[in-house]
């Protein structure tokens, strides 16, 4: 691969990134290639497509840590990043939220220097008022709700006083009522601090409100656009490459036939907040393959 992104300093009035002819290869799958893209200071970018399509990957040039094959991208230094949630052998009941939300500090700023501990402090307190996660603080991780321990995470990763933040698939594991608290958090970062949004998600409909544009990668092949210039029957099925359906109801989408599925619910009351229905059908559709 060829060296990693180059990194421009901040400037509120320049691009946060730009892909130009961007490749990414591994070995003879290709992910994605003459991906033209420039993101804008305060734009919320939504990333969607089947598993193994490539989102993780497209964070992950984003940070520098995968090298384009072929074109440039630059890219803003000033990145904050809720990594995709795996499990890990940290021990949650051990670990305080102010000390994952410090981990963020830490990594953030190369030797914090002599008044570094009054420092280190203040930007903890700051990030954790800023997600209002004040109050639980110094509770163990592992006595906190999904939504609680999320909003530690948005904390985190706004240590770095992000102009452009990455999120990896941040509503995974939460319920509808806690998904539309973190959406609506990293929003108001949005809108408070102009940060760029890029977020990663199998399941549109609970930041659909909140989209700028989307960036839907299927097989090596991807479409750019507003979520009405992408999210239609014709621009999907063409992606595909196999006929999917594209419905709106109550002002969801509901994509019936896309691999991974994104809803195949049978909801039909009207949802409480845009994330309400949501239901992540991982048995019906996930076996589905478009090109079988
Ligand atoms: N470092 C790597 N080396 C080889 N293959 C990789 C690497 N990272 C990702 N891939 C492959 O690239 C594809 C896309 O992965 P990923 O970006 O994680 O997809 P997504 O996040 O959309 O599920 C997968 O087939 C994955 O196995
Ligand atoms: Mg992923």
């Keep these: 691969m060829a060296p990693s992104a180059h990194r421009a300093p901040r400037d509120p009035n320049s691009p946060v990134a730009t892909f130009s002819h ?4 591994f070995g003879s799958r290709v992910l994605w290639e003459d991906l033209n893209l420039t ?8 990333v969607l497509g089947p598993n193994g399509s490539g989102k993780t990957s497209f964070l992950r040039c984003l940070l520098g840590q995968y090298g384009l094959d072929a074109g440039q991208l630059e890219v803003t230094d000033a990145i904050g990043y ?9 021990d949650p009941m051990a670990m305080r939220g102010r000390d994952l939300v410090g981990f963020g500090v830490d990594g953030a700023r190369w030797g914090i220097g002599l008044r570094g501990r009054g420092r280190r402090r203040q930007l903890v307190d700051a990030a954790l008022a800023e997600v209002g996660a ?3 603080a110094d509770a163990p991780m592992g006595l906190l709700s999904g939504g609680e321990q999320q909003r530690l995470r948005v904390a985190q990763s706004l240590t770095s006083d992000p102009a452009l933040l990455l999120c990896d698939e941040p509503l995974s594991s939460l ?17 408070s601090a102009n940060t760029a949004i890029v977020f990663v998600t ?11 544009r989307v960036l839907y990668l299927v097989g090596g092949r991807f479409r750019i656009g507003t979520p009405d210039e992408v999210m239609t029957t014709a621009t999907l099925s063409n992606l595909y490459g ?15 036939g896309g691999e991974d599925g994104h809803h195949c619910e049978e909801h039909a009351d009207p949802p409480v907040f845009p994330a309400a229905a949501v239901d992540p059908s991982p048995v019906v559709n996930a076996e589905r393959d478009p090109r079988a």
């Design 82 to 90: 809720i990594p995709q949630q795996h499990a890990d052998d940290s």
């Design 202 to 212: 199998h399941e549109i409909n609970p930041i659909l409100p909140y989209v700028d």
């Design 242 to 256: 196999s006929d999917v359906e594209v419905l709106r109801v109550n002002g969801r989408l509901v994509v019936i």
């Design 175 to 191: 319920d509808p009522t806690n998904q539309h608290r973190v959406v609506e958090l990293i929003d108001e970062r949005r809108r």
């Design 22 to 25: 961007a490749r990414l290869a």
């Design 39 to 46: 993101i804008s200071p305060g734009e919320f970018v939504a």
């Design 134 to 136: 004040t109050a639980y």
